[in-house]
């Protein structure tokens, strides 16, 4: 499946708008890694342990908006667009979601 953040993909026609999918991932932080991250902020430097968590829940959404595509007969995503968001008590947990447009091409 091709994914593209623009509403095109160069040198391919769309042939048919299959229509909006979306996928959506939410993650809790444990205390550990709320602690090895004050730690980070004190002291400096970036935070491995969050980074991979953002990356496993934007693959997992984006996993999620693939397949739903699929189902769709689509064969490529078009307009992808990504948003964070911290929710729950305190903001303990991320949210991310994607959407775009299932295509053929």
Do not use: H
Not at 48 to 76: D, F, I
């Amino acid at each position: 499946m091709l994914l593209s953040t623009t509403p095109t993909i160069e040198g391919r026609r769309i042939l048919e708008y299959k229509g909006v999918v979306t996928g959506e991932t939410i993650v809790g932080a444990n205390v550990l890694k709320d602690f090895m991250a004050g730690l980070r902020d004190f002291f400096g430097g970036r935070s491995g342990t969050y980074e991979k968590v953002l990356r496993e829940a934007k693959e997992s959404a984006m996993s999620e908006m693939e397949e739903r595509a699929a189902q769709m007969g689509a064969n490529a995503i078009v307009g992808i667009d990504l948003d964070y968001e911290t929710i729950g008590e305190n903001g303990s947990m991320l949210m991310v979601t994607c959407s775009g447009t299932a295509v053929v091409i």
